[in-house]
């Protein structure tokens, strides 16, 4: 685990690790970062301008996942969810990109199963905007 930012607002590091191991088997680093960190990066490696919610970089059989606090934190709220299932959701995105899943159906239901034995709610349907 390394912050970039306060841990304020940020899940502990065991529900971290818990979401990305149920996500996969592997070696990871996540890394909480600042707005302005995580634009760079998006610009650096997506030719991006903006800070984005999550970035994974795979390395083999290990690889990074950055989280942006700030992104993650404005998205849950304007999602109605709170911060702690938002993260979950995005450790566990992240975490399967790393093994190799791409965006589609395939990837969101092994997301809404992985959620689902955290307690968390389908992150792509409206009744996740209910709080938790």
């Known amino acids: 685990m390394q912050y970039a930012v306060p841990r304020r607002g940020v899940p ?3 529900s ?3 979401w990305a191991g149920a996500a996969g088997a592997m070696p990871v680093t996540i890394r909480v970062v ?3 960190e995580g634009r760079r990066l998006n610009a650096r490696y997506r030719k991006k301008a903006y800070a984005t919610n999550v970035l994974s970089f795979p390395y083999g059989a290990t690889g990074d ?3 942006c606090h700030p992104v993650i934190a404005r998205e849950a709220r304007a999602q109605g969810k709170s911060v702690r299932a938002h993260y979950a959701h995005l450790v566990v995105h992240g975490m399967l990109h790393l093994r190799g899943y791409a965006h589609g159906r395939g ?5 809404i199963g992985l959620l689902r034995r955290f307690g968390f709610r389908n992150p792509y349907t409206v009744e996740s905007a209910r709080p938790e």
């Open 12 to 14: 502990g590091v065991a």
């Open 16 to 18: 971290l690790r818990a």
């Open 34 to 36: 600042g707005r302005a």
């Open 65 to 67: 996942i950055v989280l």
């Open 107 to 111: 990837m969101e239901a092994r997301e």
